[in-house]
């Protein structure tokens, strides 16, 4: 158990929908990621909170967003939802900003059907 | 454009032999790489890294080899146990924005008995 939290663990949709993924860090870990699997692909980096503000951003898409909350838990909110949108949807968290291990939550399957 | 590479999408191992996990990157930014393990429905969980700095890095039955002029670093398990059996994904950030991780798609790993 990497203390990480993801609700829910399974989401199916209809295109065209909105939802929110949701993470707890680890209890004192400020930094919250956010990363997107694909089918055969490799974890896409999609943004980064640090201590409630935004840190750093990957190739995210407009129609995606994410906060990071005062007691440190992440949500992403991805609307307007495409079936290439499928994904596992996984959340990290570290203790700092920069170079330091993070520790991954189980993620979050997301099905836009 | 994939800047992470793994060629190998699986690799078979007979228990007690070795391991040799492969990760080429195209980036020359790059200079902290790591080796995450990933079980079926769980998160990614951190294995190994390495800076720029080290041509080598162990931990216990893992040694992760960085050779920076060929843009290649590998990840040895010695002995392979069949607790080892899971995908591994090879991971890179540079130092501007070192809290962003570049992944690659992961090799399966099966040791037999």
């Known amino acids: 158990d990497s203390g990480v939290t993801q609700t829910p663990k399974h989401l199916i949709t209809a295109t065209g929908q909105r939802v929110t993924l949701r993470c707890s860090p680890r209890?004192?870990?400020?930094?919250v990621y956010w990363y997107q699997q694909s089918l055969d692909q490799g974890l896409q980096f999609l943004i980064q909170?640090?201590?409630?503000?935004?840190?750093a951003k990957g190739n995210i898409l407009e129609r995606f967003s994410a906060q990071q909350f005062p007691d440190l838990h992440s949500e992403l909110n991805l609307s307007s939802l495409e079936l290439g949108d499928s994904a596992l949807y996984f959340c990290?968290?570290?203790?700092?900003?920069?170079?330091?291990?993070?520790?991954f939550g189980q993620g979050t399957r997301l099905t836009v059907v | 454009d994939q800047q992470v590479k793994q060629n190998s999408p699986s690799l078979s191992v007979q228990e007690g032999r070795i391991s040799i996990l492969n990760c080429d990157y195209t980036?020359?930014?790059?200079?902290?790489f790591l080796w995450y393990k990933k079980y079926p429905a769980e998160g990614p969980t951190f294995l190994i890294s390495?800076?720029?700095?080290?041509d080598k890095n162990e931990d216990g039955r893992f040694t992760v080899f960085l050779n920076k002029s060929a843009k290649h670093l590998s990840l040895h398990i010695v002995p392979s146990q069949p607790g080892d059996s899971a995908v591994y994904f090879c991971a890179a950030s540079d130092t501007g924005t070192a809290s962003k991780l570049t992944f690659g798609t992961g090799t399966r790993l099966q040791v037999t008995l």
């Open positions: 909170y640090y201590n409630g503000e935004e840190r």
């Open positions: 209890s004192g870990d400020l930094s």
């Open positions: 990290a968290s570290s203790l700092g900003a920069g170079r330091t291990e993070a520790f």
């Open positions: 980036n020359s930014m790059f200079d902290y």
């Open positions: 390495i800076s720029s700095i080290k």
